[in-house]
């Protein structure tokens, strides 16, 4: 799958700055709708290929572009290209789907057995996002009150990578069958450090229409006036 030429996006080093100013707000408001609705959470379509060193830090970039609470960016990219570090997190994860699997049975365990639940080899490298809640302490300001406003920042950038990266023409796979003692051990990541989220990144033969879950029969995505409420949330 081809990139786009276009470039208007924030730029590698996280500025955010346009330069082109070329698009219309109508125009960019097309392109963004387009960008959400083609998203998908890739498993099976990666092909392994190199991904540009330019396009990475383009990507990194719009992450790193991120809102964050008291402006405290308390996130961190770890990119994971060692094959034996892969393979590594890939049995850990297997095992762990293996577990998830012995609590389904009937209609449910069937489904499950068909669903492809990770691409970590196949992917052409990882990116391990992290939360660092000491960024930005003591004061971080906006999170006195709310204590988990740090996680809310990362995964904001999260969103933006995977956008970006979407952009790009390529595919993002969220694996979440895992431990988190388990990763931080594998990447040494400090105890005060949080692991969010494994990212398989690289090209793809294509992103699907439908996302893999509703494809395979496993979920039903909620029409948007099932969750948009006025004034308050509704009486169960």
Not at 20 to 42: I, Q
Not at 83 to 101: C, L, N, P, S
Not at 108 to 128: C, Q, R
């Amino acid at each position: 799958m081809s990139a786009p030429q276009h470039r208007s996006g924030p730029q590698a080093d996280g500025s955010g700055e346009n330069p082109s100013g070329r698009d219309t707000p109508g125009e960019v408001a097309d392109l963004f709708y387009a960008l959400c609705g083609r998203r998908r959470d890739v498993r099976g379509q990666f092909t392994g290929e190199p991904l540009d060193d330019v396009v990475l830090r383009r990507i990194l970039g719009a992450a790193h572009a991120a809102p964050s609470v008291g402006l405290s960016q308390p996130w961190d990219f770890v990119l994971v290209r060692d094959r034996g570090t892969r393979e590594t997190f890939r049995d850990h994860v297997a095992a762990e789907r293996d577990t998830f699997a012995r609590e389904l049975s009937g209609e449910d365990a069937e489904t499950f057995s068909k669903i492809k639940i990770e691409g970590i080899l196949e992917s052409t490298l990882s990116v391990v996002v992290t939360y660092d809640p000491d960024r930005g302490s003591p004061a971080v300001l906006g999170r006195h009150a709310i204590a988990d406003a740090g996680l809310y920042s990362v995964c904001l950038a999260i969103q933006n990578l995977w956008l970006a990266a979407t952009a790009e023409g390529l595919g993002v796979g969220w694996v979440s069958f895992y431990r988190e003692p388990v990763l931080r051990e594998l990447l040494h990541i400090p105890e005060r450090v949080r692991p969010v989220a494994w990212l398989c990144l690289g090209p793809v033969t294509h992103l699907e229409q439908t996302p893999d879950l509703e494809r395979h029969g496993w979920r039903s995505r909620l029409p948007l006036d099932a969750v948009v409420h006025a004034e308050r949330y509704p009486e169960s």
